[in-house]
């Protein structure tokens, strides 16, 4: 009798098991959803800071240099400056460029120059060689604000630094061009000039004896 009642709990509880295992197996399964991001604040930030740059940031200006022409109504003429003053500067091609002191009789004399200023035979070098009186003298300009002799006025001194680099004796620098001449040296020709204190300077033709004797034209 024990047996049977053993036996019966023991059935009992392996029903117990197998009811507890379906009800287990019988809950819902959940699926797992993405996970997902909002940009839109993102967006609505990459738009602010683009429109901070843009009003903040200062644009390339252009650039421009005042070139002093020759006025054809003047009764002064390139011919007439002193030949040990004029300064001729003729730009060829492939970046080239020669310099000689004279008429164009002396255009035969004519040396090779360089637009770098490292380099031995650049204009820079050449210029303030050729123009050292008027740099000495601006120099003393300079020592004479240092030393209380000119008000140390931005205005004061630029005037009479523009007086020194007019001085009549000084140097005049005649650029010439070709049809062969690049535009881009130019500048950087009209960059030395203003740098070594060239007073007086021009922009004329190169004319046919230099011509002849120069065969990068």
Known sequence: MNEVIQKTRLMADIEQQASA?????????????????DMTPMVDLAFLLLT???????????????????????TTHPNTIGKSQAFNLILLKDNKA???????????NAKECSFDEKSPVSIRKILADKNAMIITAINAVNDSVTK??????????????ETVKKNPKGLVVLVKLSNKSRYENLISAMNEILISHIGRYCIVEVGEKEKSVMAEL
């Open 98 to 108: 020669k310099w000689y002191i004279g008429d164009e009789d002396d255009a035969v």
């Open 21 to 37: 295992s379906d009800h287990r197996s019988r809950r819902p399964r959940y699926k797992r959803s993405s996970t997902h991001m």
């Open 148 to 161: 209380g002799l000119i008000p140390n006025k931005e205005n004061i001194i630029k005037a009479h630094i």
């Open 52 to 74: 901070f740059f843009i009003l903040t940031t200062s644009f390339k200006t252009t650039r421009i240099i005042d070139l002093k022409m020759p006025d054809i109504t003047h």
